[in-house]
């Protein structure tokens, strides 16, 4: 795969700076909250179980390919998801050392960060339109 086709596979991509951050912050709460699951396996479970939210995938992975089937799954399911740059700066917003390719933010009802998660999830809608 080309890296012309690499970008047009990564849709919706989150290219603004701002959402970018905003996305990277909301995993670096949701990471202290334990409602995030690090990992295209992972993030794969819980969307399968219902408790997905939102997932952010990112588009720097190579090969692409491997996370190719979270957006399959998650339009099945109703979870919106986006691509952020970088599988790096995704790693060191969930806290470890190295990189990550998709993580997913998990629903918690009695949760101060619902209200955020939310948000951004409007924000992620409207970007795929």
Do not use: F
Not at 61 to 80: D, F, M
């Amino acid at each position: 795969m080309s890296a012309a086709q690499n970008e047009s596979a990564a849709w919706p991509k989150a290219e603004d700076p701002a959402l970018v951050q905003e996305l990277l912050d909301c995993v670096q709460q949701a990471s202290h909250y334990r409602q995030l699951k690090k990992g295209a396996n992972e993030a794969t479970k819980s969307i399968n179980r219902g408790t997905s939210e939102l997932v952010i995938l990112a588009a720097d992975t190579q090969p692409l390919s491997i996370v190719l089937h979270i957006p399959l799954i998650g339009e099945e399911k109703n979870v919106p998801y986006v691509y952020v740059p970088s599988k790096v700066a995704l790693g060191r917003a969930c806290g470890v050392s190295r990189a990550v390719i998709a993580v997913s933010l998990t629903s918690n009802e009695a949760s101060d960060l619902n209200s955020k998660i939310r948000a951004l999830r409007d924000k992620v809608e409207r970007l795929a339109m």
